[in-house]
T-cell receptor
Framework: EAGVAQSPRYKIIEKRQSVAFWCNPISGHATLYWYQQILGQGPKLLIQFQNNGVVDDSQLPKDRFSAERLKGVDSTLKIQPAKLEDSAVYLC??????????????FGPGTRLTVL | GIQVEQSPPDLILQEGANSTLRCNFSDSVNNLQWFHQNPWGQLINLFYIPSGTKQNGRLSATTVATERYSLLYISSSQTTDSGVYFCAPLDILTGGGNKLTFGTGTQLKVEL
């Protein structure tokens, strides 16, 4: 079974530029998450989707970050404009369901963003 | 939200040694996952363990939900066990969603 796919794996941009990350979850997984991991810390949730609807985006800096999952499968996360403090690894995860005993989350390899 | 503390923060082992990693959390949880983040940054699922004990090869985990802690045991450690180990309880959000709340991890280095 294929895991969570993410691209690109690495991205270097100048501050104030825009960038987009793509994620394809495990086939059949209804729930998709985006996490941000700053160096030396654990991942922190940015946004969560159930199918094509947003379940929680309370931790997403909406002035510069946006995300969508239009067809309920793959998702994109965008930053516009980027700041230096956005340098981090952006991790996508998916789970079969939102609740119950099928909410084990599986992570992709991440996209390492460096903002100069 | 849930607060998560992991100990020890750093650990160096000789190959073949055993170790216990601890995770304390501040509130009751519906579920908990343990991950290994390898040196390339990939988060690898180790256990999905809301309560009780599970074993997978040289690794085992125990969660005592009523006392708000979980333990990860590594036996006969190997150099490939090096990396960061994260404990992540599942926090239910007010809007019906959920999130894994990660601790700061235990950095493990296994030496020959």
């Amino acid at each position: 079974e294929a895991g969570v796919a993410q691209s690109p794996r690495y991205k270097i941009i100048e501050k104030r530029q825009s960038v987009a990350f793509w994620c394809n979850p495990i086939s059949g997984h209804a729930t998709l998450y985006w996490y941000q991991q700053i160096l030396g810390q654990g991942p922190k949730l940015l946004i969560q989707f159930q199918n094509n609807g947003v379940v929680d985006d309370s931790q997403l800096p909406k002035d510069r970050f946006s995300a969508e999952r239009l067809k309920g499968v793959d998702s994109t996360l965008k930053i516009q404009p980027a700041k230096l403090e956005d340098s981090a690894v952006y991790l996508c995860a998916s789970s079969l369901r939102l609740a119950g005993t099928y909410n084990e989350q599986f992570f992709g390899p991440g996209t390492r963003l460096t903002v100069l | 939200g849930i607060q998560v503390e992991q100990s020890p923060p750093d650990l160096i082992l000789q190959e073949g040694a055993n170790s216990t990693l601890r995770c304390n959390f501040s509130d009751s949880v519906n579920n908990l996952q343990w991950f290994h983040q390898n040196p390339w940054g990939q988060l690898i699922n180790l256990f999905y363990i809301p309560s009780g004990t599970k074993q997978n090869g040289r690794l085992s985990a125990t969660t005592v939900a009523t006392e708000r802690y979980s333990l990860l045991y590594i036996s006969s450690s190997q150099t490939t066990d090096s990396g960061v180990y994260f404990c992540a309880p599942l926090d239910i959000l007010t809007g019906g969603g959920n999130k894994l709340t990660f601790g700061t991890g235990t950095q493990l280095k296994v030496e020959l």
